[in-house]
Each structure stands twice: as C-alpha cells, then as structure tokens.
Nanobody
Framework: QVQLVESGGGLVQPGGSLRLSCAASGFTFSNYAMNWYRQAPGKERELVATISSAGRSTIYIGSVKGRFAISRDNAKKSIYLQMNNLKPEDTAVYYC????????WGQGTQVTVSS
C-alpha cells in the first residue's frame, strides 16, 4: 500500500523559509524518482521539483529555481523541499508524488505566504 504523507506546511511571511517533508512507504523508495507539485487557488496543479532516485539529479520550475531545493534521504524514505525567500505567489497546497504503477499523491500540505 503506497503511502505519501506530507508535513511542514504553515503560514510564513514573505521572505521567510519553510521546509516540507514527505514520508513514503509501500514501495522500494530508492528505485524511484520523486516529485513535489503544488496547486494554488484557481490554478492547475504544477510540477515544482523532481529528484532522481539516487538524489543526484534535480529539476525545478523556473519560478522557484535558486529559492527551493529538493532533497531525499533514502534511508529514511523521505523527500524534502527547502523553500527560502518565499513569496506570496508560492501560496499553494504542496503535494508529494511518485510514479509507481500509477501516479500516487499525498494528501497535501498548505503553504501560505502572507503579511
């Protein structure tokens, strides 16, 4: 049973930082690339960052490049998203996902960037 559980979201002021976590189970974690998506109110879900199975390759959407960093700890079966210099435009529900048999999603964690 694949499970993805995000945590770490919350309310933060512009310019602040937040670190999201995703705990995974139910599959051989180290064999799969992992993704962070987000969905802002009234907008389509978009891919934010991807990390390869060994953690050596990462890809970011242009708007977050240089501010966000995806990482993984295969021993802990977790991925992380370090978000720095947060902007109001980053406000969204953030989802962890994996392509395994089908695409699996976590429940999401709310990130709100506001003064």
């Amino acid at each position: 049973q694949v499970q993805l559980v995000e945590s770490g979201g919350g309310l933060v002021q512009p310019g602040g930082s937040l670190r999201l976590s995703c705990a995974a189970s139910g599959f051989t974690f180290s064999n799969y690339a992992m993704n962070w998506y987000r969905q802002a109110p009234g907008k389509e879900r978009e891919l934010v960052a991807t990390i390869s199975s060994a953690g050596r390759s990462t890809i970011y959407i242009g708007s977050v490049k240089g501010r966000f960093a995806i990482s993984r700890d295969n021993a802990k079966k977790s991925i992380y998203l370090q978000m720095n210099n947060l902007k109001p435009e980053d406000t969204a529900v953030y989802y962890c996902s994996v392509n395994y048999i089908r695409t699996y999603w976590g429940q999401g964690t709310q990130v709100t960037v506001s003064s």
